[in-house]
């Protein structure tokens, strides 16, 4: 059997014991999608978001990418923070880092990545927007880590920096945006940065005409 076909196969039990266990389980989760959170995650395949949160179908609406960025010409991304915020109204939305990011790890060296470069410049600017902090660290690993936390922390501003989530804030008063970091040791979130809905930036990213 190829190693593909597995996956076929294993979802088919799925359907069936789900189906066991609540014969209208389908048929509920056809017509509406009500999600309470946004998840902005890594694509590690090691940080499953409905896995790690105990979360079912419906209940979390996802983008991943290499290091959980919000980088706003990402049309990808604002347009499934659009979705979620506007139409899906989501209360929560969660960047979810993780230590060990591939990442993280390869913005913080010098090598020559091709296309991946444009995608995690935007890490390095982390990295230069806290240079004391990290440069201060004396052990490599300890520095990756804490610069995992700040770019998740930045990713976070990020949101708040996007009129989507400055003019939802004004009109419902949400979402609140939650900055956590997983480590793949123990399987356990870190909250690193709350913002709640409302919170003040730097006034310079604030619109006042929304
Ligand atoms: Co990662």
Not at 183 to 194: A, M, N, Q, T, W
Request: aromatic fraction near 8%; glycine fraction near 6%; hydrophobic fraction near 40%.
């Amino acid at each position: 059997m190829n190693s593909y076909e597995r996956l076929l196969l294993e979802n088919k039990a799925w359907a069936i014991e789900k189906l066991n266990d609540d014969p209208d389980y389908f048929k509920r989760l056809v017509d509406v999608q009500t999600p309470d959170f946004l998840w902005i995650g890594c694509s590690d395949s090691r940080v499953p978001a409905n896995e790690i949160t105990g979360t079912q179908p419906g209940e979390i609406f996802v983008h991943r990418n290499i290091a959980n960025m919000v980088i706003h010409t990402d049309l990808n991304l604002l347009s499934v923070l659009q979705y979620a915020v506007e139409v899906l109204k989501v209360k929560h939305i969660i960047v979810c880092g993780h230590y060990g990011c591939g990442g993280v790890k390869a913005a913080m060296t010098n090598h020559n990545f091709g296309i991946i470069n444009k995608w995690i410049r935007n890490i390095k600017d982390v990295h230069r927007f806290h240079r004391e902090e990290i440069d201060a660290i004396d052990d490599q690993d300890a520095q990756v880590n804490r610069m995992i936390e700040l770019n998740v922390q930045e990713q976070v501003l990020n949101l708040a920096k996007t009129s989507i989530i400055q003019k939802s804030w004004k009109e419902r008063q949400g979402p609140d945006l939650h900055g956590w970091v997983y480590d793949l040791h123990d399987g356990l979130v870190k909250p690193i940065y709350e913002m709640n809905a409302g919170t003040h930036i730097d006034e310079i990213y604030e619109f006042d005409d929304l």
